[in-house]
């Protein structure tokens, strides 16, 4: 990205070249640096790069391969590229390698961004951060930048905001303009690629959902199908497969997609071809020993690309259909560490009829696991509404007791229980309890005689991986002849990132709420779950204004189904400003 040589008049802007040339020299520098822009020039010199160096991004020993992200960005840019005046503008992968480029610079053309071959520079900055980010002049470290400006934006995926790559607008040295005069041209270019990007997501989940059907019209056996995303699973397919064969077979999908090459179809070390040459060649997927079926995949096509897979499952060795899964239990769901440790130390003081309190914060599941660790029916007593009364008689007679809200217990029946354990303390009593205001002399004596023998219980924010496990124990049974509720990939990405301050109760308020309300068919998507959940925490912590200012965008976001000129003319600001405050916000 050279230029021809433009003098900086902006006074800091030539104090920071003074400090570069003797960074180059290792020389002290004087007070006043930015440490990011040094810290930046450390890092490009401890990567080796020449900062004279005239080409420093080899060229590529093999062409990259066309990326979807290309396909759709190169029409975009492409009727954008008339408007640049002077300048380039580029497009890099999630690698910062230069897909495409256009300009000035194109005759002299950098083929990687990385800052471990050419040093600090907007796009690298840009795809570190996750938002615009501007590198002039000497804030670079090579020569042949020295006289540059650029700005750069990162490109996400509309539907998962997972960073796919980035748009760069250079021109000559302008540091005195604030923003870049490049900016509205880098954000409207990322903006349209994006929505190119979600339009053919849209096409190509069509063609998956169609390529479902058909299978299961024209196959008897179970059916999925996936893109990496998305998944469709028959209810036969449901019984069949096991979460880990269901895991184990996307894997093998997004591998087969990443491997497939536009009209040519190769196979990888997991699959080997089902059968002869075909216009949509098969793949066999060997599955986990113990899966009990192998899988035949055929890739589904879109504009020349691998967009997805069918899957048409095959029990190994003709063995029957296996029954339907055992669900498991909402009380201990869940295979992450601090999860089964949690419950493997509740499991082994509960194998012993002896007290035993569950502490955690609300909705963290108390009592479905306690009502688990009993084998034997158990009265429950919940402090929040009744009282104990005469139900400690139980305990004298050996009969488990169940205390939920014990910090809302009245006085004297916490004194009633303290007078019980002291003279009985083995009595199979178990109680919850959700710390919040300090508790009085009485109910802390409780606690503290119950300490030696309790379990405190994770948040569901600590482990967002048994997300998926509790929404399957947490769906209702769907009624005789209607589908069970499934979930694309996406929905359930949002489910994990979700903090869930309600814990796996509020988990189970909304998978019920779509289970009974819903009315659309199909797995259920991200676009359906509600805007805190759909759109994800935002990326730092807002102040006040800008917690109101996210909440009026959203509103009007959804007011306007999601069309961004609407939302910016309902709003009165620019499409430029929606867009920059989108990306601060994550929304």
């Not at 955690?360 to 919940?382: F, I, M, N, W, Y």
């Not at 303290?418 to 109910?443: H, K, M």
Request: aromatic residues 2%.
């Amino acid at each position: 990205m050279t230029t021809a040589e433009h003098p900086p008049a902006d006074p800091a802007l030539a104090s920071l070249r003074r400090a570069r040339e003797l960074f180059l020299r290792g020389r002290r520098l004087p007070d006043g640096v930015p440490e990011d822009v040094v810290a930046a020039w450390k890092r490009a010199r401890f990567f080796g790069v020449r900062h004279d160096a005239r080409d420093p991004a080899p060229r590529y020993a093999v062409p990259l391969p066309e990326s979807p992200l290309l396909h759709a960005a190169r029409p975009v840019l492409e009727r954008i590229a008339p408007v640049l005046t002077t300048g380039a503008l580029v497009l890099t992968d999630e690698r910062l390698r230069v897909l495409w480029m256009t300009g000035a610079d194109r005759d002299h053309p950098c083929r990687d961004l990385s800052e471990q071959l050419v040093g600090p520079n907007s796009a690298a900055l840009a795809l570190h951060t996750g938002r615009r980010a501007e590198v002039h002049g000497p804030e670079h470290f090579l020569d042949l930048w020295q006289d540059v400006s650029a700005v750069s934006v990162p490109v996400r995926a509309p539907e998962t905001g997972h960073t796919l790559g980035t748009v760069t607008v250079s021109s000559p040295l302008c540091a005195e303009c604030t923003p870049h005069p490049g900016a509205p041209l880098a954000e409207a270019a990322a903006s349209a690629v994006e929505t190119e990007l979600l339009a053919r997501s849209r096409a190509s989940e069509r063609l998956l959902l169609d390529a479902y059907l058909r299978a299961l019209r024209d196959s008897a056996g179970p059916v999925v199908a996936l893109d990496g995303r998305n998944r469709l699973v028959s209810e036969a397919a449901e019984r069949l497969l096991s979460p880990e064969g269901l895991a184990e077979l996307e894997r093998g999908v997004v591998g087969l997609l990443a491997e497939v090459a536009p009209g040519r179809l190769g196979a990888g070390a997991l699959r080997e071809p089902a059968g002869g040459p075909t216009p949509a060649a098969a793949y066999r997927v060997r599955l986990p020993d113990g899966a009990g079926c192998t899988a035949v995949l055929t890739p589904v096509a879109h504009l020349g690309e691998a967009v997805g897979a069918v899957a048409v499952l095959e029990p190994a060795g003709g063995s029957a259909v296996a029954p339907p899964p055992v669900r498991p239990a909402v009380g201990l769901a869940g295979r992450s560490v601090p999860w089964r440790h949690a419950v493997g130390r509740a499991t082994e003081l509960a194998a012993f009829p002896e007290p035993l309190l569950l502490v955690g914060e609300r909705g963290t599941g108390k009592t479905s696991l306690a009502r688990e660790l009993v084998t034997e029916p158990v009265t429950t007593v919940d402090a929040a509404e009744d009282e104990l009364g005469a139900r400690v008689g139980e305990l004298l007679d050996g009969r488990p007791l169940l205390v939920r809200h014990v910090e809302r217990l009245a006085q004297p029946d916490t004194a009633a229980l303290n007078s019980l354990l002291e003279a009985r303390p083995g009595v199979p009593l178990l109680v919850t309890y959700t710390p919040g205001v300090p508790p009085g002399p009485c109910l802390q004596r409780l606690l503290d005689t119950l300490s030696a023998r309790s379990v405190t219980l994770p948040a569901l924010r600590e482990r967002p991986q048994d997300i998926r496990e509790l929404v399957t124990a947490l769906t209702p049974r769907p009624a005789p002849g209607q589908p069970p509720l499934t979930w694309t990939l996406d929905a359930l990405r949002a489910l994990e990132r979700h903090p869930w301050p309600g814990n796996v109760t509020e988990l189970a308020h909304l998978v019920r709420a779509l289970a009974e309300h819903r009315r659309a068919a199909g797995p259920v998507r991200r676009a359906e779950l509600p805007d805190p959940v759909r759109e994800g925490p935002a990326a730092r912590p807002l102040s006040p204004m800008e917690h109101a200012e996210r909440a009026a965008i959203l509103e009007a976001l959804h007011t306007h189904g999601g069309n961004k000129a609407r939302t910016a003319a309902a709003l009165g600001i620019a499409r430029a400003t929606l867009y920059r405050k989108l990306r601060g916000y994550r929304v």
